[in-house]
C-alpha cells in the first residue's frame, strides 16, 4: 500500500481557467474527505464521499468547485473560473469505516498547492 | 458547529526542554480527538488519537496528550524534545462526520 497520492503536487493557472486535481486513497478504504489549507491555517472541510455517494459539502464549496468519485475509488475536484482566492493547499485524505470507532481514522495525502495569478 | 483552538500560533523550545501545545474544543458531545503532524513540505501525518477508555494517550515518539472533558481540552505535552520534534502540531476534532481542525502550532526547537 502506497498511501494517498495527489496529483499534481503544484498547479500555477491564470485566474479564469478550470483545473482539476486528483485523489487516490488507500485502496481498501471507502470515505473520501477533501480539505482545503491556506498558509496559517488548519485545513478547513470541502466535501467528503462514502464509496461514490457524496454525502456532506461545506458552504465553503462554491458553485464553482464541484467534486466527483464515479468508481467510489479514485476522486477529483474541479475549480471553474478560478479566482486568487481560490490559491491554497488541497488536500485529500480517506478512511475506512467498520462500525469500529478507530476505523475512522485519517490518513492524507500530501496536497496538491494551487496558485492562481 | 465545532471549532478548535490552538491558542499558541508559535512554540519556540530548548532541546531536551519539556513542551506543552494546547487545544481547546467547542463541544463535548460524543468527540473523537486527534493530533496530526506536519513536517516541511510533507502531508499530516495522525499523532496519537483519544477514541474511548484511558484519558491519557500516548504516541511511539514520546509525545502525550490527555482527554479532559470537564476543560473541554487535549493539550499534547513531551517531556524532552529533540530537533527532529521541529513541525506544525495539528488538534483535530470529529463529531459526526467531520472533522474540524484548528490553526496549528509551530513547535521550534531550538539547539
Known amino acids: 500500500d502506497t498511501g494517498v497520492s495527489q496529483d499534481p503536487r503544484h498547479k500555477i493557472t491564470k485566474r479564469g481557467q478550470n483545473v482539476t486535481f486528483r485523489c487516490d486513497p488507500i485502496?481498501?478504504?471507502?470515505?473520501l474527505y477533501w480539505y482545503r489549507q491556506t498558509l496559517g491555517q488548519g485545513p478547513e472541510f470541502l466535501t467528503y464521499f462514502q464509496n461514490e455517494a457524496q454525502l456532506e459539502k461545506s458552504r465553503l464549496l462554491s458553485d464553482r468547485f464541484s467534486a466527483e468519485r464515479p468508481k467510489g475509488s479514485f476522486s477529483t475536484l474541479e475549480i471553474q473560473r478560478t479566482e486568487q482566492g481560490d490559491s491554497a493547499m488541497y488536500l485529500c485524505?480517506?478512511?475506512?469505516?467498520?462500525?469500529?470507532?478507530?476505523?475512522?481514522?485519517?490518513?492524507f495525502g500530501p496536497g496538491t498547492r494551487l496558485t492562481v495569478t | 458547529a465545532q471549532s478548535v483552538t490552538q491558542l499558541d500560533s508559535q512554540v519556540p523550545v530548548f532541546e531536551e526542554a519539556p513542551v506543552e501545545l494546547r487545544c481547546n474544543y467547542s463541544?463535548?458531545?460524543?468527540?473523537?480527538l486527534f493530533w496530526y503532524v506536519q513536517y516541511p513540505n510533507q502531508g499530516l501525518q495522525l499523532l496519537l488519537k483519544?477514541?474511548?477508555?484511558?484519558?491519557l494517550v500516548k504516541s511511539i515518539n514520546g509525545f502525550e496528550a490527555e482527554f479532559n472533558k470537564s476543560q473541554t481540552s487535549f493539550h499534547l505535552r513531551k517531556p524532552s524534545v529533540h530537533i527532529s520534534d521541529t513541525a506544525e502540531y495539528f488538534c483535530a476534532v470529529r463529531t459526526g462526520n467531520q472533522f474540524y481542525f484548528g490553526t496549528g502550532t509551530s513547535l521550534t526547537v531550538i539547539p
Open positions: 485524505a480517506s478512511s475506512q469505516t467498520s462500525g469500529r470507532p478507530h476505523s475512522y481514522e485519517q490518513y
Open positions: 485502496s481498501e478504504h471507502n470515505r
Open positions: 463541544s463535548s458531545v460524543s468527540v473523537y
Open positions: 483519544y477514541l474511548s477508555g484511558s484519558t
